[in-house]
């Protein structure tokens, strides 16, 4: 299986800040990478596809960029409703498998 | 809209048997693959198993390999998991998911149904 290994597991920020995620893939991934916002109590929602498509309605301050086996989901400037758990998500082969996630909280 | 709604989670022992329901709405479902993803409490999440619009194709994570089987109903625009010699660990929330049609992800989730495992 890809292992897909995310950090840091947990950040603390503000609103304003501009923060980052890394995901890196145990073996070659191409683009087929996906980033998912998770709130408690709620369905995960999709933000990016393949590495730095944003879905249709995702706020312009979610972004991504990366290929190969090394991926980055960045918002510009924090707003108080991102504070969530981020996933990576890889699709290369049939076998899918998720980074372990990443909590973004108030600092 | 687009809604998937989950049905059959519970409380069973381990070596009991569970069958998970997914009722699509609101979109084409055939038009689509379909997936099972779950999350184990305080976990992250986990894919479990996927499944092509005309179920030529299934694909499981190595742990439930022999022991659950998707299955849908394009008639009936439903989703199964059916799950036997349930572990411990696999209690979690199991969600239905559909597959995106322009690449591999998945686009819409329902809201999950939870899978207890304990004696």
């Known amino acids: 299986d890809i292992q897909m290994t995310q950090s840091p597991s947990s950040l603390s920020a503000s609103v304003g800040d501009r923060v980052t995620i890394t995901c890196r893939a145990s073996q070659f991934i191409n683009t087929y990478l996906n980033w998912y916002q998770v709130k408690p109590g709620k369905a995960p929602k999709l933000l990016i596809y393949a590495s730095s498509v944003s879905l249709r309605g995702v706020p312009s301050r979610f972004s991504g960029s990366g290929s190969g086996t090394d991926f980055t989901l960045t918002i510009s400037t924090l707003q108080p409703e991102d504070f969530a758990t981020y996933y990576c998500h890889q699709t290369y082969n049939t076998l899918w498998t998720f980074g372990q996630g990443t909590k973004v909280e108030v600092k | 809209e687009v809604q998937l709604v989950e049905s059959g989670g519970g409380l069973v022992k381990p070596g009991g048997s569970l069958r998970l329901s997914c009722v699509a709405s609101g979109f084409t479902f055939t038009s689509h693959n379909m997936n099972w993803v779950r999350q184990a409490p305080g976990r992250g999440l986990e894919w479990v198993a996927s499944i092509s619009t005309t179920s030529d194709y299934i694909y499981y994570t190595e742990s439930v390999k022999g022991r659950f089987t998707i299955s849908r109903d394009n008639a009936k625009n439903s989703l199964f998991l059916q799950m036997h010699t349930l572990r411990v660990e696999d209690t979690a929330i199991y969600y239905c998911?559909?597959?995106?049609?322009?690449?591999?992800?998945?686009?819409?989730w329902g809201q999950g149904t939870l899978v207890s495992v304990s004696s």
């Open positions: 998911a559909r597959g995106f049609v322009v690449l591999p992800a998945v686009d819409y």
